[in-house]
């Protein structure tokens, strides 16, 4: 079965940090691209950013609205997917999802599973 | 960057009957659509992509089409367990979030 599973969310302060990772299993996921996506309470999703596989070179791309506070990693020898945030403000309050991006080489791509969440708050 | 706008905002729709959903895209995405099912608790879970495939395990009465800038995701008679929220999304870009409610 392939699993997703999140962990590392809680509750920090303003201008903190916090590292998520995510524990991948039931498929090869050194082949996979991996993505975060976030839900703030209540709100709609926000795709927060991928790492690409060994063979696009492990690229990374995020949203603009983390660009410079993010980073996203893996370890493919522990089918781990991380996301180390810093510089945290009280709008990346939210349930962080890892999912495994899809893509078929025509444009298209799509997040399939998803994990379960972690949530992030962050408030003073 | 490309805009997805989701149509309406909620649905009210009663079990057994047709629920039809719209996104639209600001610019052509060419079938470069999924859609996602998000129950309340819930990690979303992939219905459609490429505008019209099936994901594996979804029902038939789950289908999808349109292509450019134009989409619909079409629930042929609903069942309890298909009052949700359903998202479209293309590369990045998600749209808002149709809440399918029971009338």
């Known amino acids: 079965e392939v699993q997703l599973v999140e962990s590392g969310g809680g509750l920090v302060q303003p201008g903190g940090s916090l590292r998520l990772s995510c524990a991948a299993s039931?498929?090869?996921?050194?082949?996979?691209?991996m993505d975060w996506v976030r839900q703030a309470p209540g709100k709609g999703l926000e795709w927060v950013g991928r790492?690409?596989?060994?063979?696009?070179?492990?690229?990374?791309e995020y949203a603009a609205s983390v660009k410079g506070r993010f980073t996203i990693s893996r370890d493919d020898s522990k089918n781990s997917l991380y996301l180390q945030m810093n510089s945290l403000k009280t709008e990346d309050t939210a349930v962080y999802y890892c999912?495994?991006?899809?893509?078929?080489?025509?444009?298209?791509?799509?997040?399939?599973?998803w994990g379960q969440g972690t949530l992030v708050t962050v408030s003073s | 960057e490309i805009v997805m706008t989701q149509s309406p905002a909620t649905l009210s729709v009663s079990p057994g009957e047709r629920a039809t959903l719209s996104c639209r895209a600001s610019?052509?995405?060419?079938?470069?659509l999924a859609w996602y099912q998000q129950k309340p608790g819930q990690a979303p879970r992939l219905l459609i992509y490429?505008?019209?495939t099936r994901a594996t395990g979804i029902p038939a009465r789950f289908s999808g089409s349109g292509s450019g800038t134009e989409f619909t995701l079409t629930i042929s008679s609903l069942q309890s367990e298909d009052f949700a929220v359903y998202y479209c999304?293309?590369?990045?870009?998600f749209g808002q979030g149709t809440k399918v409610e029971i009338k």
């Open positions: 999912a495994r991006g899809i893509a078929d080489g025509d444009g298209d791509n799509w997040f399939d599973p």
């Open positions: 039931g498929f090869t996921f050194s082949d996979h691209y």
């Open positions: 790492t690409r596989n060994k063979a696009n070179s492990y690229t990374t």
């Open positions: 610019q052509s995405v060419s079938s470069n």
């Open positions: 490429g505008a019209s």
């Open positions: 999304q293309q590369y990045e870009t």
